[in-house]
T-cell receptor
Framework: AQTVTQSQPEMSVQEAETVTLSCTYD???????LFWYKQPPSRQMILVIR??????QNATENRFSVNFQKAAKSFSLKISDSQLGDAAMYFC????????????FGTGTRLQVTL | DVKVTQSSRYLVKRTGEKVFLECVQD?????MFWYRQDPGLGLRLIYF???????EKGDIPEGYSVSREKKERFSLILESASTNQTSMYLC?????????????FGAGTRLSVL
């Protein structure tokens, strides 16, 4: 079974600085998808960024980018120019390519943004 | 914008009660999901459905059942609520069979079983 590990329960970053959230996963599949979801204090989870395993290029979305290391099974999220609105729980998630495959989540990292 | 609506934000029930959590999505999504979120455990899949009247067990289905009579609505049922089912419940939906498709989440229902 696939597992997703987020080893940082909490992180803190100063406004305008850069922070990296770690995620590792375990799978025997060669093709799959990885996601970072954000859950602000209002609790509605939203997608931050998505990476397809067969693409070597790291995904980016504005201030958010990933460092995808397929051989190491690592998928970290970098947030540049951090803003107060980035404070949230961040979940890393994995999904293989089967049509009925489920999304497997990590345990989450709570990010605090300080002035 | 996709909207996934969960009928209650907070719910308090007694042990042994039958509890219904309702979820409605407005984007004609085929797939719907129920997760349970607990601190330190992340999100765990309870049940999912990829079509009307279809359901599949997730990782923790024990003590739960689901119903999907209409495409837009997916209900989670606790037949006899127990205190260990006190948790945050999240509903999600997604379009089509593709694994890359995004899941859209509701705001969650915080259930307390006393």
């Amino acid at each position: 079974a696939q597992t997703v590990t987020q080893s940082q329960p909490e992180m803190s970053v100063q406004e305008a600085e850069t922070v990296t959230l770690s995620c590792t996963y375990d799978t025997s599949e060669s093709d799959y998808y990885l996601f970072w979801y954000k859950q602000p204090p209002s609790r509605q989870m939203i997608l931050v960024i998505r990476q397809e395993a067969y693409k070597q290029q790291n995904a980016t979305e504005n201030r958010f980018s990933v460092n995808f290391q397929k051989a190491a099974k690592s998928f970290s999220l970098k947030i540049s120019d951090s803003q107060l609105g980035d404070a949230a729980m961040y979940f890393c998630a994995y999904r293989d390519t089967g049509t009925a495959s489920k999304l497997t989540f990590g345990t989450g990292t709570r990010l605090q943004v300080t002035l | 914008d996709v909207k996934v609506t969960q009928s209650s934000r907070y719910l308090v029930k007694r042990t042994g009660e039958k509890v219904f959590l309702e979820c409605v999505q407005d984007m004609d999504h085929e797939n719907m999901f129920w997760y349970r979120q607990d601190p330190g455990l992340g999100l765990r899949l309870i049940y999912f459905s990829y079509d009307v009247k279809m359901k599949e067990k997730g990782d923790i289905p024990e003590g739960y059942s689901v119903s999907r009579e209409k495409k837009e609505r997916f209900s989670l049922i606790l037949e006899s609520a127990s205190t260990n089912q006190t948790s945050m419940y999240l509903c999600a939906s997604s379009w089509g069979p593709l694994a890359k498709n995004i899941q859209y989440f509701g705001a969650g229902t915080r259930l307390s079983v006393l």
